[in-house]
């Protein structure tokens, strides 16, 4: 056993249960004591039966990472929470202005021709894409007024987000009463 532990062991021999700190100030000045180290250049909890030593303030460090990150990652739930409810909003806001359309003109509207998605029961296929949610009712609605335009449709009875989208590109199919389909992709509505 070395010198600075039987040292330790003797000045704690009474003090089994509590640790042992060695503590060195800023001039180097080191002390051992049974309390923690108070603002010291160097502190280190020591175990007296294994000799072996903790870096308090390399602990301390530590915890302190530990808790900023865990205060950035709630605050990246709440941002991407807050994400969400702006969506979902967005979404039943555009929803909203189809139904008012389908509303005001049924010769061209089916009743059912555009259901709005509900943001929390999505099928499968829109699921994949909720994150565009807005877009995809906002679109639905210009391609069901597209074809309309067309002349070859007078009444929409179906419009749905069609399988061949990808995120960076929508495809919409929509049905008329005559039994003719019509393909819109993303590009197509926007373009005026």
Do not use: W
């Not at 030593?53 to 929470?81: F, G, H, I």
């Amino acid at each position: 056993m070395n010198k600075t532990l039987l040292i330790l062991a003797a000045l704690f021999s009474s003090v089994s249960v509590a640790g042992v700190y060695k503590c060195t100030d800023v001039s180097g000045n080191t002390t051992y004591q049974s309390s923690p180290c108070e603002d010291l250049n160097e502190a280190f909890e020591m175990n007296v039966k294994t000799g072996s030593a903790v870096d308090l303030n390399q602990q301390r460090k530590q915890q302190e990472l530990a808790e900023e990150e865990k205060l950035r990652l709630q605050q990246q739930e709440q941002q991407r929470l807050q994400q969400i409810k702006q969506r979902k909003k967005a979404a039943l806001a555009e929803s909203e202005l189809t139904q008012k359309l389908i509303k005001n003109n049924p010769r061209q509207y089916s009743a059912f021709a555009i259901p709005p998605y509900d943001p929390d029961k999505l099928p499968e296929l829109v699921k994949k894409f909720e994150e565009r949610l807005p877009e995809i009712e906002k679109f639905r609605r210009l391609a069901a007024q597209k074809a309309l335009a067309s002349g070859q449709c007078s009444r929409v009875e179906g419009d749905e987000l069609n399988i061949k989208s990808t995120m960076e590109h929508f495809v919409f199919q929509i049905e008329c009463s005559s039994g003719k389909s019509f393909f819109y992709n993303e590009t197509d509505l926007t373009r005026q």
